[in-house]
């Protein structure tokens, strides 16, 4: 063990549970993460110590999917509160709601989603979601390669975005150099910061005026929302515009990427898509469950004793989604991309009280894209010697993926 790490390791924590799992202990996790995290439980103990992280402060982590799914259903013992980051990066306290708000409280601030994220909500989508796919892939179909991470994966869950919140199409290139300064996580923590700052800024523009033109858009109804019978304070407003940007954008981006590249990669599997649009939609299930993409952070409520480990109050406890979804326990072959599997009970979304709120537009954007693309672009692969790294953060992601057809 080097002093680096002694460094951040609580006296607590026994020297035989501590297992660094990062990209200088696993190389790997910069070009095949998912392999390495289904692997782990045979190299870490089912819940180890790790200095390192990706989001920086050393914490506990979970090699065993029954354990994280424990975890994640375990509120009054790990809680959600600070679970982001976001704040430090902001330089003031903001909690995201509902995400960093933990049960009873959470139910009230969570309940006025139901409606407008419901299936049957989000269904009122389609066209327009179907309209933005097609304009995207026209615009490079007939030069025979993108990239598809810059030229579809990212701007794309931008545009729906902005139309769901009724953001105008204009600040468009604006909102997407947010986007990637933020969420790079090879930029600087200050080019970062100042991203953070800008959204602030943006939404708080947004707010006054929505609040001045309220119009049909998500944006104007959370000005109504309301908790315990009382109107959302203006903080609470801004926490949750704010959840909403962060958590729809590079999720679906992210995710978009790594279905690709397997698709692109995996001739056999493409031919089969291609050939049986009907599995789209649990080939959208299974993509998911062999690359969720996120990583949540919980804070342990009260000193106690957990599967055999001594935890304190205020260690962090990591939950990386892919674990779950790829633990052989659960699912046979789990590497293995078999699009009629089921059940298929992935992690991706998590499990709980936080479980994703926007998992129904998710599908929807990526059924759509997947149908879109396969009728306009139906063979591809990935370019010659393209060097495909994956960024390792609390979002997985691929920094580029240059395809040709
Ligand atoms: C593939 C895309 C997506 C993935 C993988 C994903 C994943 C997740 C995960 C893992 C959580 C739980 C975080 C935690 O427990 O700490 C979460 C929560 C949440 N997500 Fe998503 N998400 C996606 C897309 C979206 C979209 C498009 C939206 C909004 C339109 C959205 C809105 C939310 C909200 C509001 C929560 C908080 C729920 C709560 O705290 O009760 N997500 N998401």
Redesign the pocket.
């Known amino acids: 063990m080097t002093n680096i790490f002694d460094q951040a390791i609580p006296d607590h924590v026994p020297e035989e549970l501590v297992f660094p799992l990062d990209v200088n202990t696993h190389p790997e996790l910069e070009t095949n993460p998912f392999k390495v995290l289904a692997n782990l439980h045979k190299n870490a103990p089912p819940i180890f110590f790790n200095p390192v992280p990706s989001q920086g402060v050393g914490g506990w982590s979970i090699s065993d999917g029954a354990i994280i799914k424990e975890v994640?259903q375990s509120p009054e013992l790990f809680s959600?509160k600070n679970?982001t980051g976001f704040s430090f990066l902001l330089g003031q306290e903001l909690d995201l709601i509902?995400?960093e708000i933990d049960p009873p409280e959470?139910r009230n601030y969570?309940s006025n989603?139901n409606v407008p994220?419901s299936p049957r909500e989000v269904a009122k989508r389609e066209d327009a979601i179907r309209a933005s796919a097609i304009e995207l892939i026209e615009t490079f179909k007939s030069e025979g390669h993108c990239d598809f991470v810059d030229q579809f994966a990212v701007p794309f869950?931008v545009r729906i975005?902005m139309d769901?919140f009724g953001m105008p199409q204009e600040d468009f290139d604006k909102i997407l150099d947010y986007e990637y300064k933020l969420l790079h996580v090879s930029n600087t923590m200050e080019t970062r910061a100042q991203a953070a700052r800008n959204i602030y800024d943006y939404l708080l523009d947004l707010i006054a005026d929505k609040r001045a033109n309220p119009k049909d858009d998500l944006a104007s109804s959370i000005l109504d929302y309301t908790v315990d019978g009382r109107p959302l304070t203006d903080k609470e407003i801004m926490g949750m515009y704010f959840?909403?940007f962060v958590?729809?954008l590079d999720?679906?981006a992210s995710?978009l990427g790594f279905a690709w590249r397997y698709l692109a990669s995996n001739p056999t599997a493409l031919t089969a898509l291609r050939d049986n649009p009907d599995l789209i939609p649990s080939a959208v299930e299974e993509f998911?469950r062999l690359h969720?993409?996120?990583e949540?952070r919980r804070t342990v409520t009260e000193d106690m004793e957990f599967h055999g480990v001594q935890l304190k109050q205020g260690d962090f406890v990591y939950c990386v989604?892919a674990i779950a979804s790829l633990d052989g326990k659960e699912f046979a072959d789990p590497t293995k991309a078999d699009f009629e599997r089921s059940p298929n009970r992935h992690c991706?979304?998590?499990f709980g009280?936080?479980?994703?709120?926007?998992?129904n537009?998710?599908r929807l954007e990526i059924r759509i894209a997947l149908e879109e693309w396969l009728n306009r672009i139906p063979d591809f692969s990935v370019a010659e010697d393209a060097n495909i790294d994956v960024n390792y953060g609390s979002v997985l992601s691929l920094a580029r993926l240059p395809l040709v057809w």
């Open positions: 994640l959600s679970g509902p995400l959470h969570r989603f994220l869950p975005f769901l959840l909403l958590g729809g999720t679906v995710s998911f969720s993409v996120v949540v989604t991706a979304f998590v009280p936080h479980r994703c709120m926007g998992s537009l998710a």
